[in-house]
């Protein structure tokens, strides 16, 4: 076991588990922090997408030994410190849009949608239909429309 410290929502956090444990089993299980969702620990559904130093990732795919201790994960449970609310602007479209059936899923959507469209404010433009069509997170229930719309609301108000 070797010892782990890095930011996560915020805050420094150290942990103790071998090298090779992924990011999110250490979040989950050893922090338990629950909005990062297993789905199928090989970096396809995305169901786990957070943010680490602003970008969405998966935590499923990096080990913890590959994360420093200036490094910032964030996470659903941390998305509404970053705009000092109680729920950051593309969760309130989330809601406004009706968007979640089973809501498994959920957290990494917003999460993906977040990093994109900071990604594309950061290129000087405002999201289109082709940077929605570059998130590629598996929703089982099949609210892709509802989920488009909610992307496009919050993206207006973030």
């Given at each position: 076991m070797s010892k782990h410290t890095f930011?996560?929502?915020g805050q420094p956090v150290t942990v103790d588990v071998d090298d090779d444990v992924r990011l999110l089993w250490v979040l989950r299980d050893v922090l338990g922090v629950r909005g990062p969702k297993y789905g199928c620990g090989i970096n396809v559904c995305k169901a786990c997408t957070s943010h680490f130093?602003?970008?969405?990732?998966?935590?499923?795919?990096?080990?913890?030994a590959d994360v420093k201790a200036t490094d910032e994960v964030t996470t659903i449970e941390g998305l509404p410190g970053t705009v000092g609310a109680d729920l950051h602007p593309m969760q309130e479209a989330w809601l406004e849009n009706d968007v979640a059936q089973c809501g498994y899923c959920q957290p990494g959507?917003?999460?993906a949608a977040v990093a994109?469209?900071?990604q594309v404010r950061a290129e000087g433009r405002e999201i289109?239909?082709?940077?929605?069509d570059e998130i590629r997170n598996v929703c089982r229930c099949g609210t892709y429309s509802r989920i488009r719309a909610a992307i496009k609301a919050g993206a207006a108000k973030m």
């Open positions: 930011v996560l929502n130093n602003g970008k969405a990732f998966n935590p499923c795919s990096v080990r913890v959507q917003i999460m994109k469209v900071r289109t239909d082709s940077d929605l």
